[in-house]
C-alpha cells in the first residue's frame, strides 16, 4: 500500500517554474514506477511524463524539454521541475504509482495523490 501526497502547485505567469512534489508513504517507495498525470478543466486525464526504479524517463511530447521528472529513493520523493510554462499547462496535476513497469496509460496505475493545482496566466 503507498500513500501519495501532491504539494507544490500554485499561480504563476508564462515563463516561469514551477517544482511539483509528490511524497509517499509506505514501503518500497524505490521499486515503483511512478508518473505525473494532469486534468485540465472539462479535459481528460493526460499523461505527463514517468520515472521507474532505475530513474529512466519518458516525457508527453508536449512538455518534453520543458519538464523534468525526478525522484529521491531517500525522501520517498519524486519531483516534476517545470520550466517555461505556458497557459495550456494549467491543469490539476496528479502523482500516481505502480509496481509493474512504465506505461502513459492513466488506468494502468495503482495508487493516486489528490492533486495539486497548476494555474499559469498569460
Known amino acids: 500500500q503507498v500513500q501519495l501526497v501532491e504539494s507544490g502547485g500554485g499561480l504563476v505567469q508564462a515563463g516561469g517554474s514551477l517544482r511539483l512534489s509528490c511524497a509517499a508513504s509506505?514501503?518500497?517507495?524505490?521499486?515503483?514506477?511512478m508518473a505525473w498525470f494532469r486534468q485540465a478543466p472539462g479535459k481528460e486525464r493526460e499523461f505527463v511524463a514517468t520515472?521507474?526504479?532505475?530513474?529512466?524517463?519518458y516525457y508527453a511530447a508536449s512538455v518534453k524539454g520543458r519538464f523534468n521528472i525526478s525522484r529521491d529513493n531517500a525522501r520517498n520523493t519524486m519531483y516534476l521541475q517545470m520550466n517555461s510554462l505556458k497557459p495550456e499547462d494549467t491543469a490539476v496535476y496528479s502523482c500516481a504509482a505502480r509496481r509493474m513497469g512504465q506505461i502513459n496509460r492513466a488506468q494502468g496505475y495503482d495508487y493516486w495523490g489528490q492533486g495539486t493545482q497548476v494555474t499559469v496566466s498569460s
Open positions: 509506505g514501503r518500497s517507495f524505490s521499486s515503483y514506477t
Open positions: 520515472i521507474n526504479s532505475g530513474s529512466t524517463t
